[in-house]
Nanobody, 125 residues
């Protein structure tokens, strides 16, 4: 069974930073788009960012543009989400997910069929 494993969450003060990691099975990044999603209590799951397998093109939600950066390391089979200038409204459980259905990734969670277990990010003073 294919698994994704997130790590790097935690408690950080407003204005701080975190780097989330999504560890994937070997070679998955060569063929699967990877997305980062988040879900806060009482809210719907939101697409945060994604990176396409074919050309590395990226997507960012308007709420995180200029603050978050997605990247991948094929040698380590890992996708990262660098989160800077964090705000309390960034507090959520963050999930990574994968799909190989489309040429380019998107922030639509319905396109993704492989999910990690999530990692909690809390931004609070």
């Amino acid at each position: 069974q294919v698994r994704l494993v997130e790590s790097g969450g935690g408690l950080v003060q407003p204005g701080g930073f975190l780097r989330l990691s999504c560890a994937a099975p070997p070679f998955l990044l060569d063929y699967y788009n990877i997305g980062w999603f988040r879900q806060a209590p009482g809210k719907e799951r939101e697409g945060v960012s994604c990176i396409s397998s074919n050309d590395g093109s990226t997507y960012y939600a308007d709420s995180v543009k200029g603050r978050f950066t997605i990247s991948r390391d094929h040698a380590k089979n890992t996708v990262y989400l660098q989160m800077n200038s964090l705000k309390p409204e960034d507090t959520a459980v963050y999930y990574c997910a994968a799909n190989n259905k489309f040429l380019y990734c998107s922030g639509d969670s319905y396109e993704y069929d492989i999910w990690g277990q999530g990692t909690q990010v809390t931004v609070s003073s």
